[in-house]
């Protein structure tokens, strides 16, 4: 059963990049049975795809943030990392590392969930 | 790619079934089975209840059901019960997430 846990910082200033790292444990990120992923929800708002990776190193990003966003995995330490570039207010949000299973079409397994604010 | 419909609210007294009904085009909901439905109690992470249209995750009561026609895929509580109060949210597979915009139940 894997487990996710998100940490990085609650605060992060208009126009920086915006960086999170998820640690899995009870399973390897170097398996080839998952994506590792990222999901997040504006306060209040609903929920919204933001991409994942394949051990492969080959990654999906949603369309609308393409161009800001970069997932990576980290496999000395178990972790994957997502950097969102240029923020505002409108990235204020949640943010849930999500994995879903190779054979499957589902999220399988949450994070906590880490809430974000973009502020100066 | 635009979210997925969902009422904003529907509500229900103990016992009674509701609806919740999600909405997306023949791209997404209605190109693929590959509908999943999650429930997200405040301040907590979202939690699957059906996968796969109609299929239930182990631990995940029968009062809850999927069913999909054409380009509209519905989820169906049955026997509402207090704890069933939440926010339930659609998605659709099609090489990426599509999610729905969420639909809050109130047990009446």
């Known amino acids: 059963q894997l487990q996710l846990q998100e940490s990085g910082p609650g605060l992060v200033k208009p126009s920086e990049t915006l960086s999170l790292t998820c640690t899995v444990s009870?399973?390897?990120?170097?398996?080839?049975?998952?994506?590792w992923g990222w999901i997040r929800q504006p306060p209040g708002k609903g929920l919204e795809w933001i991409g994942s990776?394949?051990?492969?190193?080959?990654?999906y990003y949603n369309p609308s943030l393409k161009s800001r966003v970069t997932i990576s995995v980290d496999t000395s330490k178990n972790q994957f990392s997502l950097k969102l570039s240029s923020v505002t207010a409108a990235d204020t949000a949640v943010y849930y590392c999500?994995?879903?299973?190779?054979?499957?079409?589902?999220?399988?397994?949450w994070g906590q969930g880490t809430l974000v604010t973009v502020s100066s | 790619q635009s979210a997925l419909t969902q009422p904003r609210s529907v509500s229900g007294s103990p016992g009674q079934s509701v609806t919740i009904s999600c909405t997306g085009t023949?791209?997404?909901?209605?190109?693929?089975?590959?509908v999943s439905w999650y429930q997200q109690h405040p301040g907590k992470a979202p939690k699957l209840m059906i996968y796969?249209?109609?299929k239930r995750p182990s631990g995940v009561p029968d009062r809850f059901s999927g069913s999909k026609s054409g380009n509209t895929a519905s989820l169906t509580i049955s026997g509402l019960q207090a704890e069933d109060e939440a926010d339930y949210y659609c998605?659709?597979?099609?090489?990426?997430?599509?999610f729905g915009g969420g639909t809050k139940l109130t047990v009446l």
């Open positions: 999500a994995v879903r299973q190779v054979v499957t079409a589902m999220i399988d397994y």
């Open positions: 009870g399973g390897s990120i170097s398996s080839s049975s998952y994506y």
């Open positions: 990776i394949y051990y492969s190193g080959s990654t």
């Open positions: 023949s791209s997404d909901v209605g190109g693929y089975n590959y």
């Open positions: 796969d249209v109609s």
């Open positions: 998605c659709s597979y099609a090489g990426s997430f599509l």
